[in-house]
Every structure is written in structure tokens, then in C-alpha cells.
């Protein structure tokens, strides 16, 4: 458990191990599913270079037709689902003279399947694009594949045969897992469809990211992020309300940290727990959203008493970041998150990260009666906030600003609102102008926009979030979502932060809030 490498000069990991046995002991049961494709696709690229569903012919569980040299099948499994592929490849003709050689892709999107996966050139390692080429010696055989895909759609293209002999594929399908159970999740009444279909999708792709923890994505990364940790439990708390899964998950972050007790960005989960080598300011930040929304939604006092301190923690090293005129020091690289915009300057809304989180904790040490805490944290909220309205805010603009060329972001004017720096009114001021004035750096998640949408909400703007529920969301419905996205920018639908589409994730725990939001404030 605790030999660890990392390229990170004197890294180290620091491993509570009563934390660790305690989330060991809430791991949950995963739930199986079988489930077979229905149809058979076929695809091309439109004028805009989408790639799209041009022909469909049912496929009800029987056999395809024969398959040589160079010819593919493309079968829809109906919807997203994670999990594990068997089907079973005979040989028509005279006796197999040679191997039959396979290549098998499964896209969450269409683009997964009609882009060739030798054109990617992108910074993330290739090896997320799930594809592989299998060999078959004999035959008939039945392929299980190893690996857990998260996916919709599964072609398989016929490298080779022999001219002797054709193949035929049947027994296809998807042992499906996910620790979460469908039927604990009320189904909506007295909304309008557009809505419950929103909502529909926002629960499927909470549903799909639970396994044994809270995954960001089940195709890429397949690990427990805490800015997504935060989303996806809030969303839990409405819908699956798994607390013992949270409560897991919590324990894993506060039970390996990193140097000094810093929580670190994200935990790999297999071989075994570890925390990785990433630390991004806002995301430690986020453990202490984690266990005050934890507490809000259970009130269980056990364990807020007991990761306190860890939480605490993560306060007294962002303190620690504040620079001499009270505003959080700017860095260079990639020291916080806040959205994937490529221009965006992370210093104003980390300061609103700051000032939002510890106000979480001040309300934590109240409840704990913690009065030499609760002075500390009122000093540093006093300070932080006071200079980001001599230091960042430009009364000119009626913006907030960041970073030394003043960058006026919508992630900004977004954390100090939900920072509450301002009264209400001016809030809600503040909100309007930003639609109004609509400044250049805007947001390309959906993670960004979740917070847009609460600030909205807790500023008397409900009709305003949700026509963004509506139009951001809906939207990707329309574009052919049957879960939401990581990246969704409506303005270029090829967005990505990593050189690709083909390598984006198209089941994203940080975009299944819409069921948080509908099931809280709006039904
Ligand atoms: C993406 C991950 C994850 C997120 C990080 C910061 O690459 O998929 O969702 O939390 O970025």
C-alpha cells in the first residue's frame, strides 16, 4: 500500500490506514445486467463532417450475415452502457485454412466508430481509444473481451479471413455493471418532457459512472476526480442516494493524500488505492465542499467530526497560497482547474473558490464548536474578500478581473457570485451584465456551466437557469447525446482539450447535474 513512484521530486503518498479500512468496508455491490444489441448501423459523415446514422435493420439476437475480407458490422446496443462484450465467430465455406483476424471498436459517439483511430494525434494517450485487433486460431469461438468498455455502439471489421472461407457473428452481448440501482431513483411527474428527458439522461449518466467509487468517466478516466466527486454526489443525494458511496469515497481521498496531508486531485483505483501525483488548488479545496454537502445530506456528525481535520487541512494549505495583497498567487501551468477554456487565466475564480469554500468550513467549525477555528477562517474569509474588491474588481468594466492582464472570464464573475462578495442585489447585477456583455472567455464544460446554473438559482435567476438547462443540456440531446458529455462547447461541437473528439468522454460524471437541479429547485 505505501511504496509509490512518482516522477515529482520527494512525492510522497500519506496513507491513514483506519480511513483506508473504513472505505475497504463500504465497497459496494456491483449489479449485473445483460444486454443485447437490437440493431445494425450503418454510418457516414454528413456535410459538416458529423458522422451520422444512415441506414438501421433490426437485429433481434440472431446471427449477421457473412463477413469477408474488409467488410464491418456496426451493432447498436440502444443506449450507453459499461461493462463486458461476449459474441461468438463461426466460419462459413470450406474449412478454415487460416486465422481470422478482427478488429473490434466501441464508441460511446459515432465519431468513435467512423474515425480512423490511426488519424489521432491528440496529447492524451491513445490508448483510451477502445479498439482492439484479436487473432482467432480456431474456430467457431466465443471472444470475451477482457477489458470493461464503455460504449453504444461495437463494430467489428473482418481484417482478414481466407478466400476459403467467410465468418458469421451471433450470441452478441454486454454483461452491463454499475453499483447503482435504477429502481431506488423516483421517476418525475408534472414536468414537461423536454425536462424529464433532460433528467432521464442526467440520472442514466450518474447511474453508468457508479461503480466501485464515483468515476469520472467509465470510458476515460475511470477514476475518482473530486470536482467531479462533488457534482455527481450532489446529484446522488436526489436520485440514487447512495450516502454509503460518498462516505467511501470520502474516506479514499482523506485516507491518501499527498505531502503535508493535500488532498490530492484524483485517486487510481486499481491495481490498488492510490492518490495521484496531481494537486489542483480548487479540486483540494472541493474535499471540504465534499464533506459539508456530505453533512447537509445526512447529518451524520461521526464522520464530519472525524474528517474534520483533513478538511481543515485543505483550508490551512490554501491560506497558505494567499499572497501578500490578500488574493491568491497566480501560477503558471496547471495548479487549478476551474473549466478546460484554453485561454482562461484561473486566478479571480480561484479566489472565489477560496473565499466560497472556507465560508463551507466556517459553518462546519460552528457545528463542531470550534471557536478558535471559526476566528481563524472569519479572518481569512474578511481578507480574501476584501481584496478582491480592492484588487479585482474594475468598477469601470463592472467586472471582476484576474491575473496580471486583467482577464475578464465568465468562470470569474461566476465563483465570486457564488462566493457571495457581493450583497444579493449586486449578485444578481453582476449576472445580467455578464449575459449582457457576454466577455470572450467563456466556459466549455459542462462542469463550469453547472456552476453558472447555481449561481443563477441562488440569485433569483430560475428562469435564466433553466433555459440553460434547456438550451446547453437539451441541446446536446439533440446532437445526439443519450449521456452527457465532458466537453460540450455549442459554439465549436468539436471541442476538446486534447487534441480530439475521438478521445473525449461521452458518459461524464461532472454533466449529470440537470437531475440535481430539476429535482432540487425545480420541480
Ligand atoms: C478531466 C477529467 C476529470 C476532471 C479533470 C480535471 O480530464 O476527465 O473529469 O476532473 O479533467
Redesign the pocket.
Known sequence: MDEYTSSIENFKMEVNRNFVEKAMELEPLILKSKVIPNQIVRLEKDVDANWKVIEKENFLGNETRKLGKGEAVCFDFKSHIVGYVTFRVKAVGSPPDAPAYLRVKLGEALCEIGEESNTYKGWLSSSWIQEEFIHIDVLPAVIRMPRRYAFRYMEIKVLDTSPKYKVVFEEISCTAVSSADMNKVKTLGGVDQNLAKIDEVAVKTLHDCMQSVFE??PK??RRL?I??LRLQALANYYTFKNYDLVKRCLYLFAGLTQNEGRVG??LFIEPRMIVDDTA?LDYSLFFISCLYDYYEATGDEEVLKELWPVAYKQAELAMQEIGEEGIIKDREGFWA?IDWHKDLNKQGAVQGVLIYTLKQAKKMAEVLNLSKEIEILNQYIQRSTIAALEKLWDEKEGFFTSGKHGQVSWATQIWMVLADVFTKEKNEALLDRLFEKNPQVNMVTPYMNHYLVEALILNNRKDKALEIIKNYWGQMIQDGADCFW?LYNPENKKESPYGSNIIN?YC???SCTPTYFIRKYLV
Open positions: 469520472d468517466g476515460r478516466d476526480w470536482g467531479d486531485a484524483c489542483l482547474f465532458e468522454s461524464h460524471a461532472w
